[in-house]
Every structure is written in structure tokens, then in C-alpha cells.
Antibody
Framework: EVQLVESGGGLVQPGRSLRLSCAAS????????MHWVRQAPGKGLEWVSG????????GYADSVKGRFTISRDNAKNSLYLQMNSLRAEDTALYYC???????????WGQGTLVTVSS | QSVLTQPPSVSGAPGQRVTISCTGS?????????VHWYQQLPGTAPKLLIY???NRPSGVPDRFSGSKSGTSASLAISGLQAEDEADYYC???????????FGGGTKLTVL
């Protein structure tokens, strides 16, 4: 059974940093691209970033480009999101998701909540 | 303002059929990129409902179907059930943005 477990969320002041982690199990992690998707309270889904199986291809939403960095450690079956210069508008539930062959997000974690506030 | 446009809400009575549209442009759906659909029940993570425009993952009832034409895609739900009440999102890839994009979401109410 595919399991994705996010961690690292919490309350952080504007301008500070936070690192999210996603522990993957139940599938061959280094066979799949992975993504981060966020959802602000009461709002819709927003794609944040994606990374290919070998980290050779990486993409970011314009809203986080230059501030967030996605990475993965295939030896540890883990996905990361380093978030710097956090803003109030980054407040959201952050989901880790496993990508399918056609770009669909096949499996999702339960999310980790990031709150940016002074 | 989402790159993919969905109606904010749709509704239907049990047993009826409803459709949810997802309108894009020449840099995403119209460019031939696949459209995927997700269902998000209240308080839960999204779940993949349709992938590659019209394919259902195993376990998804055949009451759910997807289609795509030109710069738009649609999700159809037939034989509406109370448990279908949820938010539905479309997703595709946008070449201008070099990344995935979601629709704004549609809230389905079963009357």
C-alpha cells in the first residue's frame, strides 16, 4: 500500500524558513516523479513544485519560485521542500503527491499545515 | 484567477447526471496535455478520479467519466449519490508556466 507521510509544518514568522519532509513507502520511490501541492484554508488546490525521479527535471509555481526548493533523497525514500522567506500567503496545508506516468497525482499524503504569522 | 476555469458549484438530485466543465487555453488543454480529475471529500486529501482525460483508476465507479475536446474537458457523474457531495478539481500541464495547473474547483451539492 502506498503511504506518503508529510511532516515539518508548524507556525513560523514571516521571513523565516521551514523545511517540509515526505516519507514514502509501499512503492519503488525512485521510479516516480513527486510533487508538492498546497491548499490555503477554505481555498482550492495550488500546485507548488515537482521533481523527476532522478532530480533532473524540477519545476516551481511562479508564486514560490526563488523562495522554495524541492529535493529528494532516493536512498531514504524521502521528498523535501525547503521554504525560505515565508509570507502570510504561504499559509496552507501542504500535500506530498506521487505522480503517475501521465502527470496525474496518483496518491496523496494527509498534508502538513504551515501557518505563517507574527 | 485559475488558469483552468471551472464553475464554482453544480447541483443535482440523487440519480441524476451532472457535468463539470474545465476550460483552458492553447498552452494547456488545447496544446494536447492530459486532463486529470480529483475528488476531495470534506476534511480529506484529494483522490484521483480520472486520469489521462478519460481513464478511471481501479476502484473508481463507472458512474464517473471524463472527456476532452479542444481547449476544454468535462467530468460527468451519473446516478448521483449522496456520497458524491464533494469538491472536484481538474488538473493539466501548462507549457507557458512550465508546470502543472489546477482549476479553481467545483462544489457538487446533492439535493
Amino acid at each position: 500500500e502506498v503511504q506518503l507521510v508529510e511532516s515539518g509544518g508548524g507556525l513560523v514568522q514571516p521571513g523565516r524558513s521551514l523545511r517540509l519532509s515526505c516519507a514514502a513507502s509501499g512503492f519503488t520511490f525512485d521510479d516516480y516523479a513527486m510533487h508538492w501541492v498546497r491548499q490555503a484554508p477554505g481555498k482550492g488546490l495550488e500546485w507548488v513544485s515537482g521533481i523527476s525521479w532522478n532530480s533532473g527535471s524540477i519545476g516551481y509555481a511562479d508564486s514560490v519560485k526563488g523562495r522554495f526548493t524541492i529535493s529528494r533523497d532516493n536512498a531514504k525514500n524521502s521528498l523535501y521542500l525547503q521554504m525560505n522567506s515565508l509570507r502570510a500567503e504561504d499559509t496552507a496545508l501542504y500535500y506530498c503527491a506521487k505522480s503517475g506516468r501521465r502527470g496525474e497525482l496518483q496518491n496523496w499524503g494527509q498534508g502538513t499545515l504551515v501557518t505563517v504569522s507574527s | 484567477q485559475s488558469v483552468l476555469t471551472q464553475p464554482p458549484s453544480v447541483s443535482g438530485a440523487p440519480g441524476q447526471r451532472v457535468t463539470i466543465s474545465c476550460t483552458g487555453s492553447s498552452s494547456n488543454i488545447g496544446a494536447g496535455y492530459d486532463v486529470h480529475w480529483y475528488q476531495q471529500l470534506p476534511g480529506t486529501a484529494p483522490k484521483l478520479l480520472i486520469y489521462g482525460n478519460s481513464n478511471r483508476p481501479s476502484g473508481v465507479p463507472d458512474r464517473f467519466s471524463g472527456s476532452k475536446s479542444g481547449t476544454s474537458a468535462s467530468l460527468a457523474i451519473s446516478g448521483l449519490q449522496a456520497e458524491d457531495e464533494a469538491d472536484y478539481y481538474c488538473q493539466s500541464y501548462d507549457s507557458s508556466l512550465s508546470g502543472s495547473v489546477f482549476g479553481g474547483g467545483t462544489k457538487l451539492t446533492v439535493l
